[in-house]
């Protein structure tokens, strides 16, 4: 029978090209790049996990829920949304579970922005932003960080037209560290539309000891227009059972669960999540040792005659430029493996104690080839 059928043309597969059509601007993504892996006697600091195992007791809450992993997860994640919503003084209602908060980014960008729209943040910044935002049919509007690595808030609120939907904002910045501070972010919020989205990006909030720094939930009454992003990624050290949050608007957050794939949360991670909320002072003292390896760190390197941006995440930034890929192949002979971002720079993960002593050797030595103006070196870079 088939024999009879009509044939249309076959065009021969083509190396390299997609054997059906994509769009094209998805087809040009470049694929997300995850951290290295790294050799086994290498110190993998690519990807800002903390250097810590799951707690017993969250991974007993693991284990407990994998036995019934023959049945669906609680879709709506309800005793993880109210735990969340108890210790942040809401309703469960202002809470919205996603298997990651890269997950919630992509909701959020998915509801509100589409073809014709634009999406503002700054850049450098979560190397995620201006792919989620291609992928929803949007338009990326990137905003220069300052010399410093800060996010320049005027120039982001000048950005703001009539077809921006969403504006990201990442505090602390990944990658290079510097948190937004309240009064700032308050006289921006001022000065963009009320019914433009505002994405406060705190995947690393829990690591920041500036007392200036924004902390988005008081915030959050005052300003229907502001979610705020957090993460078990991170502090909590879920990473690889992806569990994020969000808080907000209960019709903004609607609308994210609207954009949503059903049922990606899985039982496990919101159980981990559960028992990582009820043992936060055995996170918080975890939380500790990463913030004061993290300040000697960046003091010693200072030291050494570096600029580095204010670290207030779980990572230090060195704004390399042209020498990121051969400062990179150093850091890798010394056995550390951090994230190149070539052009630009390398990111450095806080990790065991006993890569900071490898990774000081590296930094001396690169720093010694470095030429006398380079803008990494402190005092050279304008503020
Ligand atoms: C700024 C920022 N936001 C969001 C994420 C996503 O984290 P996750 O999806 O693991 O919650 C990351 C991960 O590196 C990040 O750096």
Excluded at 36 to 45: M, Q, R, V
Excluded at 231 to 249: C, D, E, M, N, P
Excluded at 328 to 350: C, K, M, Q, W, Y
Aim: proline share 8%.
């Amino acid at each position: 029978m088939s024999d009879n059928l009509p044939t249309t043309a076959q065009p021969a597969a083509q190396p390299g090209r997609s054997p059906v059509r994509l769009r094209p601007e998805i087809a040009d993504l470049p694929p997300y790049r995850q951290g290295k892996p790294a050799a086994p006697d290498a110190f993998k600091l690519s990807s800002n996990e903390v250097p810590f195992p799951p707690l017993d007791a969250v991974l007993s809450a693991i284990t407990d829920t994998a036995a019934n992993s023959h049945r669906y997860p609680d879709g709506a994640a309800l005793a993880l949304r109210t735990a969340l919503a108890e210790t942040n003084g809401v309703t469960p209602e202002r809470i919205h579970i996603g298997a990651g908060s890269v997950a919630l980014l992509s909701q959020f960008i998915t509801a509100t922005a589409g073809p014709g729209d634009e999406v503002v943040f700054a850049w450098r910044s979560f190397e995620a932003y201006p792919g989620l935002v291609t992928v929803a049919g949007a338009t990326s509007v990137r905003v220069p960080n300052r010399p410093d690595g800060s996010h320049d808030l005027e120039a982001m609120a000048a950005a703001v037209t009539d077809r921006t939907r969403v504006v990201i904002v990442c505090t602390p910045n990944n990658p290079t560290g510097p948190v937004v501070e309240r009064a700032a972010f308050l006289s921006f919020l001022r000065s963009v539309p009320s019914d433009v989205l505002v994405l406060l990006d705190e995947a690393y909030r829990e690591f920041v000891t500036d007392d200036d720094a924004v902390n988005g939930i008081p915030l959050l009454d005052e300003h229907p227009n502001l979610v705020v992003l957090r993460t078990f990624s991170k502090a909590y050290g879920l990473a690889g059972l992806r569990v994020g949050w969000a808080i907000g608007h209960e019709l903004v957050l609607d609308g994210a669960r609207n954009a949503a794939i059903p049922l990606s949360s899985t039982a496990p991670a919101q159980q981990a999540a559960i028992a990582g909320l009820a043992n936060a002072e055995d996170i918080r003292a975890r939380v500790a040792v990463i913030t004061a390896r993290r300040d000697d760190l960046a003091a010693a390197l200072r030291e050494q005659g570096w600029f580095i941006p204010a670290a207030q995440g779980n990572f230090v930034w060195f704004g390399l430029g042209e020498q990121t890929a051969a400062s990179n192949e150093t850091f890798l002979a010394h056995g550390i493996v951090g994230r190149a971002f070539p052009g630009d720079g390398v990111r450095i993960s806080i990790g065991e104690a006993e890569s900071i002593e490898p990774l000081l050797a590296a930094a001396a030595e690169i720093l010694a080839g470095l030429p006398a103006d380079h803008p990494t070196r402190e005092g050279v870079r304008s503020r």
